[in-house]
C-alpha cells in the first residue's frame, strides 16, 4: 500500500518534471531566432545590396535597372516579396554592411568568390562566368604577362578580387607597387586609363564589355588568371535557408531560360560596335546629338516614347546626319521613305526637326499594328524589326518561329528564325517570301546597344559626377566640376 502510493508520488513527480521540461525545450524553441529566409518572409521585403555600375544597378527614366537588378528582382518575385536596393560606395562597405545584424540579406553586386571571402560569407551558384583582366592604354606598350605590371601605376577597387589578386602576386614580385582606393567605381579605373592618369587597372571582363564604348582607348592587356563565376553573396554561418533558395530559384532561372534572356538583354549585344564604333559614337556624342537631342525629346513628349531610344534610331539611320541619303532613296536623320514621310505628314525629309517627329509616329503606328501577345520589353524590339523589315515579313518570321516550338512573342527566339528568309528553303514557304532577314537583327542589336549608352549616360545618378559641357555626355567623373544633366522625361 505504501510502496504503491510512493510510486505513485514519484510517478506524479516524474510527470510533472518531463512536462515542465518539455514546455521549456517548447519555449527554447519559440525563441530560437528566425531563419534568414523566414526572416525575410515574414518582413515581407528582400533587402540586397550592390554597387552602382552598368553591369550591376542603375537608375534610368523607368526607374531601377541592370543585369543585377533584374536577376534579384526576379528572386524577390519568386519568394513574393518585395524588394528592397540599398548601393555601396565600394566592397568593402558593401561585405561590411552584409554582416551586420541588422544589415541587407544579400549582396549582389557582380562578385566573385574567392576563398578569403568564402571564409566570412557564403556564395550562391555561379550565374555568369568572367576573366579577370589587366587593363591597359592603347598606344602605350601592351604588358602580356604578371612580371610586365612591375613599376606600371596601377590602380584597383579597395578590397575587391582583383586587390587580392594583386596581393598574392606581391608575394612573388615583392617589388610589384598598385594602389586599392575606396573612392572609385569601375567606370572610373577605365576612364583614368583611357585618359592617361594610370597606367592599369584590373577589371573583370563582363564590367569592360560594359562599358568599352565609353573608353575608346582601353585595351585588354592580358588575362590574369582563369575564368570565375560570379556569385551572390550572403552572410557566413549555419543558416542556409537563404542560400538553399536563391541556389533552387538560380538553377531553375537556368533552366527556364530567364537567366539566358537577361545574359541576352545585357550582354548579348555589347561588341556589336567594336573599338573603332566605340570610338566614333563617343565623339558623335558629343559633337552631333546636343544639336538634335532637343528635336527628340520633343518627338518623345509628343509620342509617349523614350527619346533615347528615339535618338538611337537616328544614330542606326544616319549616324545623326539630317542630309543623309541612301541608294534607295531614304532620306533624312531618320531615313524615311518618301511615302512614309508623306503619310507621317513631313513635307520636308531633311529638316531634322519634321524627320524625328515623322519617325516618332511611324515607330508608334508600326508598334501598335503588333499583336497584343508580344509584351515589353519585347514589343520595343519587334517594333523596331518591323520598322526597318516590314510588318509582312517579321509576322513570317514569327510563324517559323513558332513552328520551330519557338516562342513567336521573344524577340530572342525570332531574331534566331529572321535570317532565314533570306534562304530559298524557307521563304518559299511564307507568305511574304524573300527578305534580308538578317538587316533588321543587326538594327534591332545596334540601336539596344545604342540606346543602353544613352540610358546609362542620362542617368540621374550621374547627375552629381559628371563633366557636363553638353546635355549629353560621356561618363568622365570630375567630382569638382559639376553641372547638373536636365531630368529625363
Ligand atoms: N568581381 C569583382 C569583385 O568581386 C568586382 C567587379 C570588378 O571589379 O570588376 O571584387
Known amino acids: 500500500m505504501f510502496a504503491q502510493s510512493v510510486i505513485r508520488k514519484h510517478c506524479t513527480f516524474w510527470v510533472a518534471v518531463i512536462g515542465i521540461l518539455l514546455q521549456l525545450s517548447g519555449c527554447a524553441e519559440e525563441q530560437k531566432p528566425p531563419s534568414a529566409l523566414e526572416r ?13 555600375s552598368p553591369a550591376t544597378y542603375f537608375q534610368d527614366r523607368n526607374g531601377e535597372t541592370g543585369f543585377e537588378y533584374e536577376l534579384v528582382k526576379r528572386f524577390a518575385a519568386d519568394l513574393k516579396v518585395k524588394l528592397e536596393i540599398q548601393t555601396a560606395d565600394n566592397l568593402d562597405e558593401l561585405f561590411s554592411r552584409l554582416k551586420a545584424p541588422d544589415g541587407p540579406s544579400l549582396a549582389a553586386a557582380g562578385l566573385t568568390s574567392s576563398a578569403d571571402r568564402k571564409s566570412e560569407f557564403q556564395f550562391s551558384k555561379p550565374y555568369l562566368q568572367v576573366t579577370p583582366q589587366v587593363i591597359y592604354r592603347h598606344g602605350n606598350r601592351r604588358p602580356t604577362r604578371p612580371e610586365d605590371l612591375i613599376g606600371k601605376k596601377i590602380m584597383v577597387l579597395k578590397g575587391s578580387s582583383h586587390a587580392n589578386q ?178 507621317m505628314g513631313v513635307s520636308n525629309r531633311l529638316d531634322p526637326k519634321q524627320s524625328i517627329q515623322g519617325g516618332a509616329k511611324y515607330i508608334v503606328k508600326v508598334k501598335a499594328g503588333l499583336p497584343d501577345s508580344i509584351k515589353e520589353p519585347d514589343r520595343t524590339w519587334f517594333a523596331l524589326a518591323a520598322y526597318n523589315v516590314g510588318g509582312g515579313h517579321l509576322e513570317d518570321a514569327r510563324k517559323l518561329t513558332q513552328a520551330e516550338g519557338l516562342d513567336p512573342n521573344k524577340w530572342l527566339d525570332v531574331q534566331k528564325i529572321l535570317p532565314r528568309l533570306s534562304q530559298k528553303k524557307w521563304f518559299s514557304k511564307t507568305r511574304y517570301g524573300y527578305a534580308r532577314g538578317g538587316e533588321p537583327v543587326h538594327f534591332v542589336r545596334n540601336i539596344r546597344r545604342y540606346y543602353d549608352i544613352l540610358t546609362w549616360v542620362t542617368q540621374p545618378q550621374l547627375e552629381d559626377s559628371q563633366v557636363v559641357d553638353s546635355n549629353i555626355h560621356v561618363p568622365g567623373i570630375d567630382k569638382n566640376n559639376l553641372k547638373k544633366e536636365t531630368s529625363p522625361l
Not at 40 to 48: C, D, H, K, S
Not at 247 to 259: D, I, V, Y
Open 166 to 343: 594583386l596581393a598574392m602576386l606581391k608575394v612573388q614580385y615583392p617589388t610589384l607597387a598598385y594602389e586599392e582606393s575606396s573612392d572609385v567605381e569601375v567606370v572610373d579605373l577605365l576612364r583614368m586609363v583611357d585618359e592617361g592618369q594610370i597606367d592599369l587597372t584590373l577589371v573583370d571582363s563582363n564590367e569592360l564589355s560594359m562599358n568599352q564604348v565609353y573608353f575608346p582607348n582601353v585595351r585588354v592587356a592580358f588575362d590574369l588568371g582563369d575564368e570565375l563565376g560570379l556569385s551572390w553573396a550572403v552572410p557566413g554561418g549555419e543558416d542556409h535557408s537563404l542560400l538553399d533558395e536563391m541556389n533552387a530559384f538560380l538553377q531553375r532561372a537556368n533552366e527556364n531560360g530567364s537567366l539566358k534572356r537577361l545574359k541576352d538583354r545585357y550582354y548579348g549585344h555589347v561588341d556589336v560596335l567594336g573599338y573603332v564604333g566605340a570610338y566614333t559614337f563617343a565623339q558623335h556624342l558629343q559633337n552631333r546629338l546636343p544639336r538634335y537631342e532637343q528635336f527628340f525629346r520633343d518627338a518623345g513628349k509628343n509620342h509617349s516614347l523614350d527619346w533615347r531610344l528615339l535618338a538611337a534610331m537616328g544614330y542606326q539611320e544616319s549616324l545623326w546626319q539630317p542630309t543623309a541619303t541612301s541608294k534607295t532613296g531614304v532620306r533624312g536623320l531618320m531615313m524615311l521613305t518618301l511615302r512614309t514621310a508623306q503619310a
Open 40 to 52: 525575410v518572409q515574414t518582413e515581407g521585403v528582400l533587402r540586397v545590396i550592390t554597387r552602382n
